[in-house]
């Protein structure tokens, strides 16, 4: 008894001590499961895709882009939009030496090949980034700080199966009559159902950085010296230089007969982009990658010379060699899930967000318990106050942050100069306020109220979503219906679904302070 | 539960620093004592850390008194560090 005392003791504030920064990790790296999506619906210059992709016919028009853009680049990589991606999209890096060294890309209509010009957007890579990176503070800073929240959350998990000793009884347990027992019920929905996701996605988070966290240890196997730790690490996660040039220049084939070729070998498979080291080299290797059909490679890739299109074998890898690289790469994939298909992709966008769910009710209990125990020994309840003033600027207000990063994108002029930072700082803007407005001094104050209008503030904000889009771009749903372009659609119709939700909050909330009002009327007659 | 504060703060202690020096030194015995190429055994040492880590941080709090709690964590650290030393240096 003694033991799940202690245990439920650690439970709670190991999940409340960093539960705001769990709860913006977990719904940012939700989000970060669609980042090529949100991306492409903040990119609306890209026209909406009229027709299945020709490949063989825009191809070489892609190549003529890269020969005219880039004649001296080195490596060159040419996305197809097939599968997830909504991009048909060049990339080319440009050796040291020569002039804008680095990478470079540009993005093509996928019906006709010509360049478009887009906006720069943070897009949804910045939500991606946002739940490890974080943002305005130091990187390596931001590592240790996730790492720690992760690592919090890890001896959550332990400890909340720990003190669930009837962990599947309580799991079919819903008791909503009971309103403190019915956030109860709903924690531990979001925490047991989703439990394998969790802690898989908790722990391979801690591992992705633990070149960061725990440098201690292969400090202890190869000594202090900063450049022989470096050789190590390049040699674990080198991708292994397939192929070196000899410098002698030489012309490939077109790259169309290599997708050609490949496409008679693999017939069947769809190919996702087309890749070549060494361009214009003697030695030049181009890398078909394939949607994988099957585990947890996101592509299936063949290697072929560009010169002859015969078949290249490349290095043999590391990690087929060492059992805890394969594993590591196993977690990275897991974590990722740049393997996942719509459906599955899908359920790990709901698992995070269940966690996000988690954290918020497991959050909110506490204060709910906390404000009955204070009131019964007729403490002073400001301390609660403040938590719950905080819960509901974090879990209702970043919501709203992220809506407001959404339509701040279309809003602003597409040619403004820092539109991207002015994009990021407006997340932040809105979510400062949010955090403000519980706080602000009003005559009357009622909690309930305060959710309501934050999820208000929410609802108004997703639904205008796709009206704005309307307004504002050529690729609203008119369009995307019509031409079935499910991403645009996905977009869209998902702001509806969470204006949606968070009206029925709304209407909830209302539904509550109604029946409490009656109580009261009730009991002072 | 009814720890005293000086208890809670000592217990914290121990699991966040404790628990990641005895995470570290545990690692470091097991990238030495495994029969892997070096690389390997280090990669999977790392890997484990967090497992350590948990476990040392709910031993902080499972445990009967803040000493014991400190002891726990301090006297496998001091093994697991002399065993790397041994296979490492001798």
């Known amino acids: 008894m003694k033991f799940r005392h202690s245990m439920t003791w650690l439970h709670t504030w190991a999940g409340l001590v960093f539960g705001a920064l769990l709860y913006l990790m977990f719904v940012t790296g939700s989000a970060g499961y669609f980042d090529l999506e949100i991306t492409r619906w903040m990119q609306p210059e890209i026209p909406v895709q009229q027709s299945s992709f020709d490949a063989p016919a825009l191809l070489p028009k892609a190549e003529q882009r890269l020969q005219q853009l ?53 897009g949804g890579e910045f939500l991606y980034r946002l739940h490890y990176v974080l943002h305005y503070i130091p990187k390596g800073l931001a590592y240790w700080l996730t790492s720690l929240a992760a690592m919090f959350m890890l001896v959550a998990i332990v400890t909340g199966v720990v003190i669930h000793r009837r962990i599947f009884k309580d ?57 022989k730790l470096r050789q190590v690490y390049d040699t674990v996660f080198s991708d292994g230089d397939h192929a070196r040039g000899n410098g002698m220049a030489a012309s490939s084939l077109p790259l169309v007969e290599l997708y050609n070729l490949d496409h008679s070998k693999h017939s069947g498979a769809t190919i996702a982009y087309l ?19 099957t585990g947890l490679e996101p592509f299936d890739v063949s290697y072929y010379q560009a010169v002859n299109g015969e078949s290249f074998k490349g290095e043999s890898q590391l990690r087929d060699r060492f059992l805890s690289l394969s594993f ?41 318990k906390r404000r009955h125990a204070h009131e019964k020994a007729g403490l002073d309840s400001r301390a609660v106050r403040w938590v719950e003033n905080l819960n509901v600027g974090v879990i209702a207000g970043l919501p709203i942050a992220i809506g407001g990063y959404f339509l ?51 609802a108004v904000v997703y639904a205008s979503i796709p009206f704005v889009n309307w307004m504002t ?16 659609v996905g977009f869209d119709f998902f702001a509806l679904v969470l204006a949606a939700c968070c009206a029925y909050f709304v209407h909830k909330i209302n539904g509550r302070q109604r029946v409490s009002t009656m109580e009261t009327v009730g009991v002072s007659q | 539960m009814r720890k005293s504060p000086s208890s809670i703060v000592s217990r914290t202690g121990a699991a966040i620093v404790g628990g990641y020096v005895l995470a570290n030194c545990m690692a470091f015995a097991l990238a030495a004592a495994l ?35 400190w002891l726990g964590l301090v006297a496998p650290s001091g093994i697991a560090l002399l065993i790397w030393a041994l296979l490492r240096f001798v």
């Open chain 1, 70 to 122: 880039a004649p001296h680049a080195d490596h060159v990589y040419i996305e197809l939009p097939e599968g997830r991606s909504p991009y048909f999209m060049i990339w080319w890096h440009n050796p040291k030496g020569v002039d804008n060294p680095g990478w470079h890309s540009e993005v093509l209509d996928p019906s006709s090949g010509a360049p478009v010009a887009v906006r720069n957007t943070a």
């Open chain 1, 171 to 227: 799991f079919f347990t819903f008791r909503r009559s009971h309103r403190q027992t019915a956030w109860l019920d709903m924690h531990n929905l979001m925490g047991v159902l989703p439990l394998p996701f969790h802690l898989m996605i908790t722990y391979s988070g801690l591992i992705l950085l633990m070149f960061s966290t725990m440098l201690p240890v292969p400090a202890s196997s190869f000594g202090l010296n900063p450049e």
């Open chain 1, 275 to 293: 890749a070549v080291e060494n361009w214009g080299d003697e030695k030049a290797v181009v890398e078909v990658g394939k949607l994988a059909q």
């Open chain 1, 328 to 368: 590591y790469h196993v977690i990275e994939h897991l974590h990722e899930g740049l393997f996942a298909g719509p459906w599955l992709r899908w359920l790990y966008f709901l698992s995070g967000l269940m966690g996000a769910g988690m954290v918020a009710t497991g959050s909110i209990f506490w204060a709910i």
């Open chain 1, 408 to 458: 701040t994108s279309r809003l602003l002029s597409a040619t403004l100069e820092n539109r991207v930072d002015w994009e990021m700082h407006s997340l932040f803007v809105v979510w400062f306020v949010a955090l403000l407005h519980p706080f602000l001094p009003r005559r009357q104050c009622d909690l309930s109220q305060l959710w309501a209008e934050q999820f208000k503030a929410a």
């Open chain 1, 473 to 488: 771009s050529e690729v609203h749903l008119g369009m995307s219906l019509k031409y079935q372009d499910w991403t645009l």
């Open chain 2, 35 to 69: 029969p892997l190429h070096q690389i390997d055994a280090t990669l999977m040492a790392m890997q484990l850390t967090y497992l350590f880590y948990a476990v040392a941080a709910i031993w902080a709090f499972a445990a009967n008194r803040a000493r014991t709690a």
